[in-house]
C-alpha cells in the first residue's frame, strides 16, 4: 500500500520493541488497513487492547503495576493526547487531578512540553531539562537532537518543541527514519552484496 | 510517499525542518570488498535521489551522515 506498512512489517519480524510499539500505535490511529495486528506482542499486544471488556481491563490493570502508566494511557487511543483525554478504568491518578481546578491548570503546561515515552530514544536537550522550560524556551530549544542506538536526528538552529509529540512524530529504526510517517530507508547495503 | 499527509506540518513547522541526520551503526555490507569510494558514491547517490545532501561517510565510526531540508 504505501512504504510506511512497509517499514512496519521489518521490526514485527525482527522482534524491535520500539517499532512495534510505535506500529501498534499507528494502526490504532491512522487505521492503516492490513496491519497484522496477531503477530505483535509485547508492547503492540498492549496497544491492540481495547480496554472495554472485563477480561481486558484486567489485563490492562495488571500491566499498569508495570507499566506505570503512561503506556497505559496510549492504549486507550493516541499517543500522547490520550494522556488528558483518555480515563479509562486504569486512569485513577488521572482522573483524580481531572476534576481538581488546580491541577487541570497544571495538566495544561504539561501537555507543552514534548512527548517521549518510547524505551531507547533519548533527546539533547534531555527530556528532564526540557520539562523545567518554560513555554517561551521550548518555542526555541537549540540544535534539538534525538537519537537511539541507530540514528540521531540534529535539527538546525531553533525548534518549536511544544506540545509535539515526539513518540508518534519519530521513529528510528536500522538506517531508516521516519518523521510524520514520511519513509526515509537504505536499501543499498542489500543491492551491493 | 506520503501516507498521511495530512499529519504533515507545513514546511518549517514542528519537526518538518532542516535537520542533520547521522546513522550509527553503519557498517559495510558483509562480504564487500570493492573500493570504499565506490561504497560511498551509491550513498551519495541514494541520499541524492531522496533530495538530500550527503554528509559523509566514516567507515571506522561507523556512520552515514545526510542533511535534509525537510521531512
Not at chain 1, 68 to 87: K, Q
Not at chain 1, 101 to 117: D, I, Y
Request: some cysteine; hydrophobic content about 30%.
Amino acid at each position: 500500500m504505501n512504504e510506511g506498512t512497509e517499514l512496519l512489517r521489518g521490526p514485527n519480524t525482527s522482534g524491535g520493541e520500539g517499532g512495534m510499539g510505535l506500529g501498534g500505535g499507528m494502526a490504532k490511529t491512522t487505521g492503516l488497513g492490513g496491519f497484522p495486528s496477531n503477530t505483535s506482542g509485547g508492547l503492540g499486544g498492549l496497544f491492540n487492547n481495547p480496554p472495554s471488556t472485563n477480561r481486558d481491563a484486567e489485563n490492562i490493570n495488571k500491566r499498569e503495576e508495570v507499566a506505570s502508566g503512561g503506556l497505559i494511557s496510549n492504549a486507550c487511543g493516541g499517543i500522547g493526547g490520550g494522556l488528558f483525554r483518555n480515563l479509562g478504568s486504569g486512569g485513577g491518578l488521572l482522573s483524580s487531578t481531572g476534576n481538581n481546578p488546580s491541577a487541570q491548570r497544571q495538566g495544561n503546561e504539561t501537555a507543552m512540553l514534548p512527548q517521549l515515552k518510547r524505551p531507547g530514544y533519548e533527546t539533547e536537550p534531555s527530556i528532564d531539562v526540557l520539562a523545567k522550560m518554560s513555554n517561551d524556551q521550548l518555542e526555541n530549544v537549540e540544535n534539538f537532537t534525538i537519537k537511539n542506538k541507530h540514528a540521531k536526528i540534529i535539527f538546525e538552529g531553533k525548534t518549536d518543541l511544544r506540545a509535539l509529540d515526539l513518540d508518534r512524530i519519530v521513529n528510528i529504526q536500522e538506517k531508516a527514519v521516519i518523521l510524520y510517517k514520511i519513509y526515509l530507508n537504505n536499501y543499498l547495503t542489500m543491492k551491493i552484496v | 510517499m506520503y501516507p498521511d499527509r495530512t499529519a504533515v506540518p507545513p514546511l518549517g513547522k514542528g519537526l518538518n525542518k532542516p535537520a542533520t541526520i547521522v546513522f550509527l551503526n553503519w557498517t559495510l555490507p558483509t562480504r564487500y570488498n570493492r573500493p570504499l569510494q565506490e561504497y560511498k558514491d551509491k550513498l551519495k547517490g541514494w541520499t541524492e535521489s531522496k533530495k538530500a545532501a550527503f554528509n559523509y561517510y566514516d567507515q571506522e565510526k561507523a556512520e552515514f551522515s545526510i542533511k535534509v531540508q525537510h521531512f
